[in-house]
């Protein structure tokens, strides 16, 4: 099955998205019981942190944390937005810099000026687009970013979408509430699919499409731990509380170059990997051995890698012991804590 092919259904009454690509699958999402990324709280401040420069938060939905954060009182309220799923028993995740994001547009009320993205570098359409963001914006304070997904699009569903989310903007922000609240839920897995995977393909909705597009299928390949890789080798991903431990397995390959090759091959396929399992927060590979003249090439196959990848990725380098570290930002929920 060739081509890009979004799926929307839903498993055990959950709100779920696929994307498959040329029949495998490329991305997954799926309603939690936890508040989603991109929820926006009244919260009002609780205790500082010392040593930290953060602040725990009350919100209706249980405490959260702000990070770096000067001058803040408790007791003070303000605004805040949920930036990911917090580890089990933590406090949620969020910050104070408010985004209201959709297809086209983002909204960003804090830092103020019309913004293009930099990957459409055609003037003529640069204009275009900055002439439908000054058509909208006029009069506002916000800044505004237009998405790379604008190119080429019809201007009158470009303003709609900047519209709605001013919408969103002003409606959240002149919220007249003295206490903490719940403003603006995040986007469950069916918007949040509209809103990013914007590249051309077909999109199914019917009931039971997940079994016949091969999702189920591919689900019950990504619970495992195993993960094939060119050449034969293999990747095994294992989540632990501290850390998710992944291993580089040559396979058959006996040759000289077995370690160098398997090791590239994880470089290539690691952020599919880690996104269709919803795995975030330290990562440890114990790669095959490969010379260290090699490791250079590795660090920039993993970069391209996890450039084209939508969650926040630090590639913190490697060990004294040979092991290559990464720090993701968790903006999914762990496939296994959902999918029992």
């Given at each position: 099955?060739?081509?890009?092919?979004?799926?929307?259904?839903?498993?055990?009454?959950?709100?779920?998205?696929?994307?498959?690509?040329?029949?495998?699958?490329?991305?997954?999402?799926?309603?939690?019981?936890?508040?989603?990324?991109?929820?926006?709280?009244?919260?009002?401040?609780?205790?500082?942190?010392?040593?930290?420069?953060?602040?725990?938060?009350?919100?209706?939905?249980?405490?959260?944390?702000?990070?770096?954060?000067?001058?803040?009182?408790?007791?003070?309220?303000?605004?805040?937005?949920?930036?990911?799923?917090?580890?089990?028993?933590?406090?949620?995740?969020?910050?104070?810099?408010?985004?209201?994001?959709?297809?086209?547009?983002?909204?960003?009320?804090?830092?103020?000026?019309?913004?293009?993205?930099?990957?459409?570098?055609?003037?003529?359409?640069?204009?275009?687009?900055?002439?439908?963001?000054?058509?909208?914006?006029?009069?506002?304070?916000?800044?505004?970013?237009?998405?790379?997904?604008?190119?080429?699009?019809?201007?009158?569903?470009?303003?709609?979408?900047?519209?709605?989310?001013?919408?969103?903007?002003?409606?959240?922000?002149?919220?007249?509430?003295?206490?903490?609240?719940?403003?603006?839920?995040?986007?469950?897995?069916?918007?949040?699919?509209?809103?990013?995977?914007?590249?051309?393909?077909?999109?199914?909705?019917?009931?039971?499409?997940?079994?016949?597009?091969?999702?189920?299928?591919?689900?019950?390949?990504?619970?495992?731990?195993?993960?094939?890789?060119?050449?034969?080798?293999?990747?095994?991903?294992?989540?632990?509380?501290?850390?998710?431990?992944?291993?580089?397995?040559?396979?058959?390959?006996?040759?000289?170059?077995?370690?160098?090759?398997?090791?590239?091959?994880?470089?290539?396929?690691?952020?599919?990997?880690?996104?269709?399992?919803?795995?975030?927060?330290?990562?440890?590979?114990?790669?095959?051995?490969?010379?260290k003249k090699d490791r250079r090439g590795f660090e920039s196959a993993l970069r391209a890698?996890?450039?084209?990848?939508g969650i926040e990725t630090t590639l913190a380098g490697w060990t004294p012991l040979g092991h290559y570290e990464l720090?993701?930002?968790?903006?999914?929920?762990?496939?296994?804590?959902?999918?029992?």
């Amino acid at each position: 099955m060739k081509g890009r092919t979004i799926v929307l259904d839903h498993i055990d009454n959950r709100e779920a998205a696929a994307l498959m690509v040329d029949g495998k699958l490329d991305d997954f999402l799926i309603a939690g019981d936890a508040p989603a990324p991109g929820t926006i709280y009244r919260a009002r401040a609780d205790r500082p942190v010392k040593g930290q420069g953060g602040m725990f938060l009350t919100t209706p939905d249980g405490p959260a944390f702000l990070r770096q954060v000067k001058g803040l009182a408790p007791s003070t309220l303000m605004l805040v937005q949920i930036t990911g799923y917090a580890e089990p028993g933590k406090a949620l995740p969020v910050t104070d810099r408010i985004l209201f994001k959709s297809r086209y547009a983002i909204v960003t009320p804090e830092a103020p000026g019309l913004n293009i993205s930099r990957s459409i570098r055609d003037e003529d359409e640069r204009d275009r687009l900055l002439e439908i963001a000054h058509d909208c914006m006029d009069g506002s304070t916000y800044g505004l970013i237009l998405r790379s997904c604008c190119l080429g699009e019809d201007a009158g569903e470009i303003a709609e979408d900047i519209n709605a989310m001013l919408a969103h903007a002003d409606q959240v922000l002149n919220d007249p509430g003295t206490e903490p609240e719940l403003l603006l839920e995040g986007d469950g897995p069916h918007v949040l699919a509209w809103r990013d995977w914007t590249d051309p393909a077909e999109v199914v909705t019917q009931d039971g499409s997940f079994e016949t597009q091969g999702v189920l299928d591919a689900l019950d390949e990504v619970r495992g731990i195993s993960e094939s890789l060119p050449g034969g080798g293999h990747l095994y991903v294992q989540p632990t509380r501290a850390l998710v431990a992944v291993d580089v397995n040559t396979g058959s390959d006996t040759s000289m170059a077995a370690g160098t090759k398997a090791n590239f091959a994880c470089a290539k396929v690691l952020a599919r990997a880690l996104r269709v399992r919803g795995l975030g927060g330290q990562i440890t590979l114990d790669l095959a051995p490969m010379p260290k003249k090699d490791r250079r090439g590795f660090e920039s196959a993993l970069r391209a890698a996890f450039k084209a990848d939508g969650i926040e990725t630090t590639l913190a380098g490697w060990t004294p012991l040979g092991h290559y570290e990464l720090q993701r930002k968790r903006g999914r929920i762990p496939l296994t804590e959902v999918l029992k």
